[in-house]
């Protein structure tokens, strides 16, 4: 009989990289998937044998009583379908899944992704902050395994927490359709013509992302455009400083796509951003999966000069690092690579080494 996982995820699997790859991973090796997601209606989905039970965001409430409300939805369901192993993607989801392990005796994996007591949400507020680190304190001791991106977030939990906690360490690679998948053209979609150099960014419209930085240097930049991929709280900022700047008619939006679909986009820029800033311990850690979206696609990269994403491009000669906050430092970097894209370009023996692939550690894990 094949081992239960169940997944529990505060937001769209559809719509998340690292969720997706996991799950191929896992219905390749032919065990019982259900995940535990938030949607915009409660429904049920069928993917490949894996059932994905939605949570309507409108049953959660509101700021105040949505996160008690979807931890009240877990442990229900976590005694209802008794899941041999739980992984838990974000700390939303291992807060209510540690909590149940006193009544139901499952192995727990915590998916820190990202340092979520240091995201850029709770940058100004430092009670909530206090909160979210208290509950996370309190609950990893339950947890069996925690996988991070990055070698500097596993030192960071260590020295936080307990070198005692056991980590392992999953990048944030893309899967086989960035290598494969045919392109869609952005220049016949928006009528880009051919003289003009498009820079594309694909992620969360939230603070520190970069984007408006990238808009005010787009207005000093005769033949570039730019092709925004995603959704978030910032897009009617971020058109509002385009406005401001006469720039408008030089950015392009593309509602959030399916992660599967991604790849058909990202192979038609000249140029990927990632000019996080550096406004939280989590950004100046990151090592977004973007990075090597755009490397495994074929496009050269701009990113911020930050330890990881430094560490990662320079590695791999696949983009220039710059300054976050220097205009000048990423003009130069732009007119650099649209002189000579072929440099920036990897091999594809190397694209083909960076695609997702099983993590032995984890499948061990798994397996035990």
């Known amino acids: 009989m094949p081992k239960k996982i169940l ?15 996991l799950l191929e991973q896992l219905l390749n090796a032919n065990y019982n998937i259900k995940i535990l997601c938030v949607g915009n209606i409660s429904e049920t989905k069928n993917y490949k044998g894996a059932e994905l039970h939605f949570i309507s965001q409108k049953k959660l409430g509101n700021d105040i009583t949505k996160y008690f409300i979807f931890f009240k939805y877990v442990k229900k369901f976590i005694i209802e379908n008794k899941p041999h192993i739980i992984i838990a993607f974000d700390l939303y989801s291992m807060i209510p899944a540690a909590q149940s392990k006193t009544r139901h005796n499952a192995r727990l994996i915590y998916d820190s992704r990202e340092l979520y007591t240091k995201l850029a949400s709770l940058n100004k507020r430092p009670l909530m902050q206090k909160i979210w680190s208290y509950y996370e304190r309190k609950n990893i001791q339950h947890v069996d395994n925690t ?15 307990s070198k005692n906690i056991s980590i392992i360490i999953a990048k944030n690679l893309p899967g086989n359709n ?4 045919p392109t869609k053209s952005l220049r016949n979609i928006f009528c880009i013509s ?10 969360k419209f939230h603070k520190g992302r970069g984007i408006r930085f990238v808009i005010k240097c787009l207005a000093h930049m005769k033949k570039a455009v730019l092709v925004l991929i995603g959704d ?25 796509v399916k992660y599967n679909d991604l790849a058909s986009f990202s192979k038609d820029a000249q140029i990927g951003l990632s000019m996080i800033q550096p406004i939280t311990k989590s950004y100046e850690h990151a090592l ?28 791999y000669h696949s983009g220039i690092c710059v300054r976050h906050d220097s205009q000048e430092d990423f003009i130069n970097a732009y007119h650099m690579i649209i002189k000579d894209p ?3 370009i990897l091999n594809e023996e190397i694209r083909k080494s960076l695609l997702w ?5 984890l499948k061990e894990i798994l397996n035990d």
């Not at 709280?233 to 006469?246: C, F, R, S, T």
């Open 194 to 203: 051919e003289d003009k150099n498009i820079l594309m960014y694909q992620g």
């Open 147 to 161: 996988i991070v991106t990055a070698e500097i977030d596993k030192q960071y939990l260590h020295k936080l927490y």
């Open 7 to 21: 997944i529990i995820f505060w937001g769209d699997p559809f719509f998340d990289g690292r969720c997706m790859n």
């Open 357 to 361: 692939k099983e993590n032995n550690k």
């Open 178 to 181: 960035f290598l494969n998948t």
């Open 232 to 256: 978030g709280p910032m897009k009617q900022g971020y058109l509002k400083e385009a406005i401001n700047l006469k720039v408008e008619h030089k950015i392009f939006f593309i509602d959030a």
């Open 288 to 315: 977004p999966n973007k990075l090597f979206e755009y490397a495994v696609s074929g496009i050269p990269t701009i990113c911020s000069n930050l330890i990881t994403m430094k560490e990662m491009v320079n590695q």
């Open 342 to 344: 072929s440099q920036f």
